[in-house]
């Protein structure tokens, strides 16, 4: 059980990329899937969520009408739409996936990270 990203790369400033985020061995159903991006130097930051619940999603201000996180109807893979990238969105991105909840008649909790994708925008 695990998520893994791809998607990540080189892009000039301006341009776009799309992450994805699969979950392997069990799906995003009831979970929580955030984006997050560490840059050099620079603290883990969370730059956006999706709830299953409602299906509502938000965005660091700093990301924010440049980003769009979206889950596929088969709940196993979540993007990150991230156009008119800047050298500062440069950091590699994790994806995670965050349950709480009832399971089978007791309460689970599950918190899986991705290892990481390297994005770099250059200016």
């Known amino acids: 059980v695990r998520v893994m990203e791809s998607g990540g790369g080189s892009v000039q400033a301006g341009g776009s990329l799309r992450l994805s985020c699969a979950a392997e061995?069990?799906?995003?159903?009831?979970?929580?899937v955030t984006w997050h991006r560490r840059a050099p130097g620079k603290q883990r930051e969370e730059v956006a969520r999706?709830?299953?619940?409602?299906?509502?999603?938000n965005y660091a201000d700093s990301v924010k009408g440049r980003f769009t996180i979206s889950r596929d109807n088969t709940k196993t893979t979540v993007y990150l739409q991230m156009n008119s990238l800047k050298p500062e969105d440069t950091a590699v991105y994790y994806c995670?996936?965050?349950?709480?909840?009832?399971?089978?008649?007791?309460?689970?909790?599950?918190?899986?990270w991705g290892q990481g994708i390297q994005v770099t925008v250059a200016s």
């Open positions: 061995g069990f799906t995003f159903s009831g979970y929580e």
């Open positions: 995670r996936a965050y349950y709480y909840g009832d399971s089978d008649g007791g309460l689970v909790e599950n918190d899986y």
């Open positions: 999706f709830r299953s619940i409602g299906e509502s999603t």
